[in-house]
């Protein structure tokens, strides 16, 4: 294994926004490989998530952003524990910056079990007739359907989405990012966007 360098830790707190110590072991961790240690940082992530994730969120923020034009608006909900961290710098950012997302992304629910159930199945019928179209075996159409439908659910649903200021984090990693910062459970609670003539 190499040595860790400073410029190693910087570069992976600039890819994925954690923390200076946990940057630090997750490249000794991971033998200095950068990618690696992205990975080995998400799935800390969302064991922290996973661990917090039945603890009630009765306090949080609204927030609200206007498109430039004042073509299209958006109000976001997230939810935290405690008022204290509802007032924080990093909290009030990421509820800011996740409104922003949902202006540029227009997504259609925030986690893929509240994609409405007729919409799902548009989908499926949709891609299953284009694979009969292009001649595909019966054996191979449901394989087609089933990824074009994990490839569907990352683009319409808010925490699987790519975040629009820095597509190498989801909406999901830098939930689990902030939660393992606070120490607090916090849900994105609902959202709803306006469009102008829409």
């Known amino acids: 294994m190499g040595q860790?360098?400073?410029s190693m830790v910087k570069e992976l707190r600039e890819r994925t926004n954690a923390g200076m110590m946990d940057c630090k072991k997750a490249l000794q961790e991971c033998g200095g490989d950068m990618d690696k240690a992205v990975d080995w940082l998400r799935q800390k992530g969302l064991a922290i998530a996973a661990k917090r994730a039945g603890r009630a969120t009765d306090e949080g923020a609204?927030?609200?952003y206007i498109h430039?034009?004042?073509k299209i608006g958006?109000?976001?909900?997230v939810n935290c524990e405690?008022?204290?961290?509802a007032k924080t710098d990093q909290f009030v950012d990421f509820v800011r910056d996740v409104a922003l997302h949902i202006a540029a992304t227009n997504p259609v629910a925030i986690r893929r079990e509240e994609v409405p159930r007729d919409l799902v199945e548009k989908e499926k019928e949709i891609y299953a007739n284009q694979a009969k179209d292009s001649g595909k075996p019966e054996n191979i159409i449901e394989k087609i359907v089933?990824?074009?439908l994990e490839k569907f659910?990352?683009?319409v649903c808010l925490m699987e989405q790519p975040f629009v200021k820095n597509p190498d984090l989801t909406i999901q990693?830098?939930?689990n990012e902030l939660m393992s910062k606070t120490g607090e459970n916090i849900t994105i609670r609902r959202f709803v966007r306006y469009q102008v003539g829409a």
Do not use: P, W
């Open 74 to 77: 958006v109000l976001v909900e």
């Open 153 to 155: 659910f990352k683009e």
């Open 146 to 148: 089933h990824g074009r």
């Open 173 to 175: 990693d830098m939930l």
């Open 62 to 64: 609204l927030q609200c």
């Open 4 to 6: 860790i360098t400073a």
């Open 82 to 85: 405690t008022d204290f961290v």
């Open 68 to 70: 430039a034009g004042n």
